[in-house]
């Protein structure tokens, strides 16, 4: 799916079944994330219209998503707690800090923009791998339907900062690269994060990340 180079264990399905409401929780969080981090990136870099345009956009979004999670929650008795630790997130960035020539600035905004559009990819697989197993056990018709829209919703993401990477090199005055350059570049490095991105899921579908940090990450979005 998308750039993915190791799909979700299928274990992981019957982990999230059985325990939806850490799922539940947990994606709420994430949806604060997904948001948090776009309008950072706005934050950052605040002279390029396009950018704060679209990301901006997208969340909005993110946290209609994390508003109706939480209704869903408070039907179900559950709170929000406090945010959770994210390995997956973290090692995703580190790997992106030692891709080639990070040091160029105009690839630093590219590979945050890239480890953006691999999260959201995951997440777009895992909503619809719950969506579907849901549906196969004739539970939650609701959740069904929440999660089929987010796995559009989610690919839609996806696109949106892969778009936005190539963008950021396009509209940099000192590129120098024509247009197939730059999408190979993009395809390189996007590709690069994807195998980082793809270990690390292994890793903690292994359970090695469980048990540094003592808690199960199985039924999480992106453990």
Known sequence: MFCLTVPTDAAWASHALADLDRVLIDHAHCELKAATNAMSLVARYPDRMELALALTALAEEELDHFRRVLKEMQARGLTLGAPPVDPYAVQLRQA???LPARHDERLALVDRLLVGALIEARSCERFKILGAALASAGREPKLVDFYQELFACEARHYRTYVDLA???LVSDPRT?????????????????????????????????????????LRATVHG
């Open 96 to 98: 992106a800090s030692k």
């Open 176 to 216: 120098r690269e024509d247009s197939d350059a730059l999408d190979r570049l993009i395809e390189e490095r996007l590709h690069a994060l994807a195998v980082a991105e793809g270990c690390i899921v292994q890793e903690l579908a292994d359970g090695e990340q469980a048990r540094e940090t003592a808690e199960p």
């Open 166 to 168: 190539k963008h950021a």
